[in-house]
């Protein structure tokens, strides 16, 4: 499966910026779509976030998934990867 990551930035209530991908299957063209699924992963984490726009989140490049990934996007219809400050906000 052809996958789309999507780079996504923001900025935690201690000030912090979390940096974490949305992926989504390569023919998802619809953004909203994309963004909703990145305030999903958010409300997960109790970051408080009403929206999510082009300047925190932009589409990056296409990739080959892994057999987890695809797994995730099956069941939720994304996968996230967290690269940066996305773990206890203790």
């Given at each position: 499966m ?5 780079d ?29 699924f ?45 690269i ?7």
């Open positions: 052809k996958i789309s990551v999507w996504t930035y923001v900025k935690r209530e201690d000030g912090k910026m979390m940096h974490f991908d949305i992926l989504v299957p390569s023919d998802l063209k619809d953004v909203q779509s994309i963004f909703n990145g305030l999903d992963y958010l409300k997960s984490k109790s970051v408080p976030s009403n929206e999510l726009s082009a300047n925190e989140c932009r589409f990056c490049h296409i990739e080959q998934a892994n057999p987890e990934i695809i797994a995730s996007i099956n069941e939720k219809g994304y996968a996230i990867i967290e940066e400050n996305c773990g206890s906000f203790n």
